[in-house]
Structure formats: C-alpha cells, structure tokens
C-alpha cells in the first residue's frame, strides 16, 4: 500500500494540532485554580474560583462578603459554610478541603462543635479541580 505524502502531512498536522490544543487546555486549569471563600457574621460570605493568583480571588470573595470577614484561599479545593438555622447570628463553622464532600461535613460538624443546634450549608465553593 502506497500512503500519499499528502495525506501523511495531514496525519502530521492533525497530530500536532491535537497535541498543542491539549498542552494549552492543561496550562489553562492549572492557571486558572487559585480560588477565596470569605466568611463573617450572621451567614455572611463570598466566594471566589478560579482565578489567576490568591491574591485576586481574595479580593473578589472579601469584596462580595458583607462587614467583617475572613478570607480563606482555596487551591485546588473546595470550602464550605455552615451556619445554625435557629440563630444564623450564633455558631457556625467552615471548611477547606480537596473534595466537596469532606468540605461539607467538616464546615457542619464545626458548626455544631461551636455550639449550633440545626446546622446547615448556608454556601460553597469549589475551584478548577476541587
């Protein structure tokens, strides 16, 4: 079987082009994985994912949560708040772990050690690989 240089070009480009578009996708997630969750008083919090540096997503999650907050950074993680539904003023907890699910029941089971009584996920956040 005789294979035309024309079409052995073609496999060649279609290669390398395969090949750039994966390499360019994979600088893109692990760019863009820096994320911030904030955290303050009654419930209060804002969240930012995937952005370019810490520092940028800090700023963006403090900006959204109203009063006096707490930035937490999340890389490649994901982070939670729960708050206590009898008194969303009182006792609340919060998390950062590498998976959504640790992150949940680790945020609810501070809100309870800290004295909640019906502690539930008041928000979340995950960033590009949490």
Same mark, same amino acid.
């Given at each position: 079987?005789?294979?035309?240089?024309?079409?052995?070009?073609?496999?060649?480009?279609?290669?390398?082009?395969?090949?750039?578009?994966?390499?360019?996708?994979?600088?893109?997630?692990?760019?863009?994985?820096?994320?911030?969750?904030?955290?303050?008083?009654?419930?209060?919090?804002?969240?930012?994912?995937?952005?370019?540096?810490?520092?940028?997503?800090?700023? !963006? %999650?403090? +900006?959204? &949560?109203?009063?006096?907050?707490?930035?937490l950074?999340?890389? #490649? $993680?994901? @982070?939670?708040? *729960?708050v206590?539904?009898?008194n969303?003023?009182?006792?609340?907890?919060?998390?950062?772990?590498?998976?959504?699910?640790?992150?949940?029941? !680790? %945020?609810? +089971?501070? &809100?309870?050690?800290?004295?909640?009584?019906?502690?539930?996920? #008041? $928000?979340? @956040?995950?960033? *590009?690989?949490?």
């Amino acid at each position: 079987m005789i294979v035309s240089t024309v079409a052995v070009q073609r496999r060649a480009l279609f290669i390398l082009a395969l090949t750039l578009i994966l390499g360019v996708s994979g600088d893109i997630s692990k760019s863009w994985a820096a994320g911030a969750f904030a955290v303050g008083k009654c419930g209060a919090y804002g969240q930012a994912y995937d952005y370019p540096a810490e520092a940028a997503a800090r700023a !963006a %999650a403090l +900006k959204q &949560c109203k009063g006096n907050c707490t930035a937490l950074t999340m890389n #490649r $993680a994901c @982070a939670a708040l *729960a708050v206590d539904m009898t008194n969303p003023c009182g006792p609340h907890g919060y998390a950062v772990k590498p998976k959504i699910s640790s992150s949940l029941n !680790a %945020a609810t +089971k501070k &809100c309870y050690e800290f004295g909640g009584k019906e502690c539930v996920i #008041r $928000a979340w @956040a995950c960033d *590009a690989k949490g």
